[in-house]
């Protein structure tokens, strides 16, 4: 199916879902001695509640939705819109004070009605959410308390606003308009549900033994997964899942990482994982034997959704993980088509799978070309960074204008291929990226 | 255009839309 056509289908639903607040307070009565500024107000008000309940809905994990995309492109599309659910809430109550400044003593918590303390405790959790988003780091919060306070305050933000308007009531008067407050909340309630305890159940019912950790060149580690029950749950080559280790699936100690093993491979599963914080510094410590929990398979960054007479890879870094599923899997087909990868890296010596990659280039029709930052003494490839220039130099013009290129590294990695894939020609319906940091 | 920034298109569309339909609505209802 064309990506457009589904994505244009998509937004339609998103906006329907959003909007839809305002064709119930059309259908009631009007308040009498509103203006425009009033009911604008009120507008942004119910609209951005409902993307609130939206934001649930996006991260839910649902893979239909999430299929013609990947859900790095979700989480994207997440944070954006955030942005301007927040901006149309906070209007909500500044065009209220503008129109009448006497609105304003309804900030004051101590004398306010609980109306307006909840609406003002909506909006403290919103900016909460939104300052410990963007300043995570900044502000040192690990990952898992952020997505923990993440998920409370989502909560706060959304269940304050329903008291908010039970107690403004002007909404709720009619039996219809109570059903449908009880409609929404309870669909918000049933996506927490599922993510909280359903989703967790079921991976709690599916778990895994840890086989082997295996140190990997550039401070990489492999970890080899087996079912307890014999069958891993089917992948694509190229996507990734969430993993839970050393915890049960209940709480927030899980995080996304790529398979890194072929998916013939009928027996166990492997994750790639590059050490860069607490978390992943410490996966050299796991034991083999130990218990660990699998959410997934997600993404949409695979070959083998795609007809190509052959396939460009450039990887930057801990980028080569989904990379070698591909190229280990095609490996196991015995597929022979023309294969270009293209290995960003600071030295030789970081080149994770760099003698896997080797042998790899026995058995597939495929050229290996390592590019390094920081080039040896002696070194005779190439250098420096991945350009426009580089890519023409190591595949022909006939051939460039016929493959299919994946593209998965490091954020400032992938602007630069993007836009030197750009340089050279390529449409962008031909180019697949991933972008792992998700977070 | 890149990946990214379609992404970015979508929440503006979808963003405009949502503040148009809005103010469309806040026009109706003082009719």
């Known amino acids: ?439 | 255009m890149k990946r990214q920034d379609s992404t970015l298109m979508a929440a503006l569309l979808v963003s405009a839309t949502i503040l148009a339909v809005t103010v469309l609505f806040a026009v109706v209802r003082v009719m």
């Open chain 1, 1 to 439: 199916v064309n990506r457009w056509a589904v994505g244009a289908f998509w937004i339609g639903v998103y906006l329907v879902f959003s909007l839809s607040p305002l064709l119930f307070v059309m259908l009631g009565e009007r308040p009498p001695g509103r203006d425009f500024w009033t009911e604008l107000s009120v507008g942004l008000g119910f609209v951005g509640l409902a993307m609130l309940g939206l934001q649930f809905a996006i991260t839910a994990r649902f893979r239909r939705v999430a299929a013609p995309y990947g859900i790095d492109i979700i989480l994207q599309f997440h944070r954006q819109i955030s942005l301007f659910a927040f901006a149309i809430i906070f209007a909500h109550p500044i065009i209220l004070f503008v129109v009448d400044p006497e609105n304003l003593a309804l900030l004051n918590v101590i004398d306010a009605p609980w109306r307006a303390r909840f609406g003002v405790g909506s909006l403290v959790a919103l900016i909460a959410i939104i300052v410990t988003s963007i300043w995570r780091e900044a502000l040192r919060l690990r990952y898992e308390v952020w997505r923990a306070l993440h998920a409370v305050l989502a909560l706060v933000a959304v269940a304050f606003a329903l008291f908010h308007i039970l107690g403004v009531g002007h909404y709720i008067s009619l039996p219809w308009m109570q059903g449908l407050w009880i409609f929404m909340t309870a669909g918000t309630l049933v996506l927490l549900l599922w993510i909280r305890l359903v989703k967790p159940l079921r991976m709690l019912s599916r778990p895994y033994r840890i086989e082997a950790v295996e140190e990997e060149r550039g401070e990489s580690w492999t970890v080899t997964l087996r079912p307890e029950d014999g069958k891993p749950t089917p992948f694509q080559p190229g996507q990734f899942a969430w993993l839970t280790m050393r915890r049960n699936p209940f709480g927030f100690e899980e995080h996304p990482f790529s398979y890194s093993s072929s998916a013939r491979k009928r027996d166990s599963v492997a994750f790639t994982i590059k050490e860069l914080g607490d978390f992943t510094s410490k996966i050299g410590d796991l034991e083999p034997g130990e218990r660990a929990y699998i959410d997934g398979p997600y993404g949409a960054f695979t070959n083998e959704r795609y007809e190509a007479p052959g396939f460009v890879f450039i990887a930057g870094g801990v980028g080569i993980t989904p990379v070698m599923s591909m190229l280990r899997t095609l490996a196991d087909w015995e597929d022979l088509r023309p294969l270009l990868l293209i290995f960003g890296n600071k030295t030789f010596e970081e080149a994770t799978f760099r003698e896997e990659l080797e042998a790899l280039e026995e058995r597939l029709n495929l050229t290996v070309v390592h590019v390094l930052e920081e080039p040896h003494e002696g070194w005779e490839g190439e250098s420096g960074f991945v350009d426009a220039d580089l890519v023409r130099r190591h595949i022909d013009e006939e051939q460039i204008h016929r493959r299919r290129f994946f593209v998965c590294g490091p954020n400032p990695m992938m602007d630069a291929v993007e836009e030197a894939l750009d340089e050279v020609g390529i449409p962008n319906d031909r180019v697949l990226t991933e972008r792992f940091d998700l977070v």
